[in-house]
């Protein structure tokens, strides 16, 4: 391991640390912010990403020999006590690990879509805005074995800090693309032989009734306005059946109840 | 309506409004609060506890008339310019109306089981101790029709101000009690003739062949340890399908799954 102690938080190997939380407002040139074991553990395994350094605690160094193991033997591992450590994220790091990854060049829609097999299922999150849905729906995406999710272009980062953080490292796991449009995205789809179905609680089945076709998109709406009319129109409609007088579902349930009806995984 | 401007922060008419955050952390004698139109819309309508005085913006009040509509007439409405209303509670208030409830008598779980139906689901989380995770489970609690909630001694409080919140207001209308450990819950709950399923990622069953019994009580446990290795050896057990090497669910999620497994809602 490349093990490199830290004792000025000035240093400016790991500028890139700095002010972790006022940084996650203003972007950071195609970085992202990875927090904690378990998503450091995906990020290497499942290597889709570029792990550019990691900070760790000192006293929590040993702790994480296993994870950082996983990661390219030439990768700096910056090690520093926990008054540095804050002094140079800005904030208490309880966590004690935090890396910092390249986002690389992103893939396109339909390049994301050619590389999927056969039989697919993607999730199609539309104009879902707060990082904790779209990292909930990217957990429950990787949960139940989702190839890919497509995301429209009003959707929020799934590589914001937070969005990795409570999507568990599934943002760094499966593949994704950013899209135009809705409408373009159910083009590309169409495109790509899928079957498609948009979530919704006026939807037309109820979704225990469908069964999986060899390739599907599940488009997912917003709590409010849900998914666009035109779309609506466009797609073959699902809904989710409720108990009366409570028609209140968050999204990234939502997400769980229909990739879970979906999944193929074997036991 | 009892519409009563306040022009001083400091009248001891809104003295339960004082300091809202801060005061989450030291408890408030009995009293809870909840915020926004949807949440007020629920504690209304539900009824099952007495809201003792709302506080709304006074350019919000016409967008509220018809909520607190709901309310008995005597209840006070407090008014208040967004400059007094901030200095009240401490913080921006963007939702612009909330509400002090009263807790009242807690049911004991016997009292809550007594009065369920025939034909009844419970969800009983087991040391769930994160606000959100509680208000989420309420939340889907509520929208795939559970009679009621029983937690266990080490769960959070649902009536903690973010729980509420998150619940959309479901904490303020599933019947709920606080028990003592799991082992009691379930005492108390073979006692009244219930089937007790324990979700867990080893569980021996997949979920979705099991069917709902007249009475079913559904245990949750916590996302690292899950729940108590005592209460799963004397229950029957039942996972939910994952795909292979992301073994991961969030408990609100799997919440949500389950449930709507075995709601009977009409549509």
């Known amino acids: 391991m490349n093990i490199i102690r830290i004792d000025d938080p000035a240093d400016p190997r790991v500028a890139p ?3 972790i939380r006022e940084r996650d407002l203003v972007g950071r040139e195609g970085r992202f912010v990875a927090e904690g ?5 995906v990020l290497f395994c499942a290597g889709r990403f570029e792990a550019e350094s990691v900070l760790v605690l000192e006293n929590r160094l040993a702790g994480m020999v296993e994870t950082l193991g996983l990661a390219p033997d030439t990768m700096p591992v910056y090690i520093a006590s926990g008054t ?6 800005g904030f208490h790091m309880h966590r004690g690990i935090l890396a910092i990854g390249r986002k690389g060049m992103a893939a396109s829609v339909d390049e994301v879509l050619a590389a999927l097999p056969e039989r697919a299922l993607v999730a199609v999150p539309v104009g879902i805005s707060n990082h904790d849905n779209i990292g909930s729906i990217f957990r429950n995406a990787a949960a139940f074995g989702a190839d890919a999710v497509l ?3 009003t959707c929020c980062d799934p590589l914001y800090r937070k969005a ?3 999507s568990v490292g599934a943002a760094l796991k499966v593949p994704f693309a950013v899209g135009g449009t ?7 789809l169409t495109r790509h032989g899928f079957e498609q179905l948009a979530l919704s609680p006026a939807g037309k089945a109820d979704i225990r009734d469908i069964r999986r076709p060899k390739r599907l998109a599940l ?3 917003t709590e409010g306005e849900g998914l666009p009319e035109p779309l609506l129109k466009r797609l073959t409609t699902a809904r989710i059946r409720m108990a009366p007088g409570f028609d209140s579902l968050n999204v990234a349930a939502a997400s769980a109840i229909a990739l879970h009806h979906f999944t193929e995984a074997s036991d």
Do not use: C, F, H, W
């Open 84 to 89: 540095v450590m804050d002094a140079i994220s």
């Open 219 to 221: 488009y997912l709406g």
């Open 182 to 188: 809705a409408g373009e995205l159910a083009d590309a």
């Open 151 to 153: 995301l429209d272009q």
């Open 37 to 41: 074991k378990v998503v450091l553990n």
């Open 17 to 19: 640390y700095l002010d």
């Open 164 to 166: 990795i953080r409570v």
